[in-house]
């Protein structure tokens, strides 16, 4: 069986833990609990006929005092780049990450994942700002952890694209 490693990438409080706990385990828990080093899970998918062994490295959130370590990423064969909708300054920082991540392992594959769909009232995000983002040429998914919005999808099609390479 394949096993591919995939990293959760993103500002501090963006939901990586919650969308992985979701897809992982279906769960999702409002209490608030940061990501300290490393959270490493696991789950087995089929893509067409294989089945594929997603190791989820769930990585601390980016912020003023905390930098990504770059090491964490080394062996990965793509990334979800986790942003909170309802906080725009996520979105710039997912636009420096993406920059660090392809300077460190190059140019593998990964999504644009909009987390907090569920609060769509409350974002900051305009949908202009996201089509300019896919005409980059960029797969943006929209989801929430709440509701299981679009997690499957981002898992799903992050698991083709590296089966595709």
């Given amino acids: 069986?394949?096993?591919?490693?995939?990293?959760?990438?993103?500002?501090f409080a963006t939901g990586k833990t919650s969308l992985v706990a979701k897809y992982v385990h279906s769960i999702f828990s409002e209490n608030y609990q940061?990501?300290?080093?490393?959270?490493?899970?696991k789950k087995i998918v089929n893509i067409g006929g294989n089945e594929l062994s997603l190791i989820l490295w769930d990585?601390?959130?980016?912020?003023?005092?905390?930098?990504?370590?770059?090491?964490?990423?080394?062996g990965s064969s793509a990334y979800l780049l986790v942003v909170d909708g309802t906080r725009h300054e996520t979105l710039e920082?997912?636009?420096s990450l993406q920059s660090k991540v392809e300077e460190s392992i190059g140019n593998v594959?990964?999504?644009?994942?909009?987390?907090?769909?569920?609060?769509?009232?409350e974002w900051e995000i305009e949908i202009?700002?996201?089509?300019?983002?896919?005409?980059?040429?960029?797969?943006?998914?929209?989801?929430?952890?709440?509701t299981?919005?679009?997690v499957e999808e981002i898992f799903q099609n992050i698991a083709e694209k590296i089966m595709e390479r």
């Fill in 1 to 11: 069986m394949l096993q591919k490693k995939i990293c959760m990438v993103g500002a």
């Fill in 34 to 41: 940061t990501t300290v080093g490393v959270k490493i899970d």
């Fill in 59 to 74: 990585l601390y959130g980016e912020d003023d005092f905390q930098k990504l370590r770059l090491s964490y990423l080394r």
């Fill in 93 to 95: 920082k997912a636009f």
């Fill in 109 to 121: 594959p990964f999504l644009l994942v909009i987390n907090k769909s569920d609060l769509t009232d």
């Fill in 128 to 146: 202009e700002e996201m089509d300019k983002i896919i005409e980059r040429g960029w797969t943006v998914i929209q989801t929430s952890a709440k």
């Fill in 148 to 150: 299981g919005l679009g």
